[in-house]
């Protein structure tokens, strides 16, 4: 078995994670994986990216940081991109 995955994409970690380039079935283990990867980077502010839509996936998304013990607050982002994305405030 080959140890380079195909479908392994590497990704930023820059604090901002845009989920619309993701499916909707990564979102559960992409979130807590990014949360990880930024604090190793000493990153402890996100903006996670999910669009406003239907608000299915703000709701999947505030139910991962809900359960995340990194995660000391988040909040929808009242700037330009308005109920499109969530601010989070990690853990130090």
């Known amino acids: ?3 380079n995955s195909d479908d392994m994409v590497e990704y930023p970690i820059d604090g901002v994670l845009d989920l619309h380039t993701f499916s909707p079935k990564d979102i559960k283990e992409l979130v807590p994986d ?5 604090l190793e980077k000493e990153i402890y502010q ?3 990216i999910h669009g406003k839509g239907t608000g299915t996936l703000r709701t999947m998304v505030h139910s991962i940081l809900d ?3 990194h995660v000391e ?3 929808l982002d ?6 499109g994305a969530t601010l989070v405030n ?3």
Request: overall charge positive; aromatic content about 12%.
């Open 78 to 83: 009242s700037g330009a991109s308005s109920w």
């Open 1 to 3: 078995m080959d140890n």
């Open 90 to 92: 990690l853990k130090r």
């Open 34 to 38: 990014y949360i990880e990867a930024c």
């Open 46 to 48: 996100l903006r996670i």
């Open 73 to 75: 607050s988040y909040r």
């Open 67 to 69: 359960q995340n013990p």
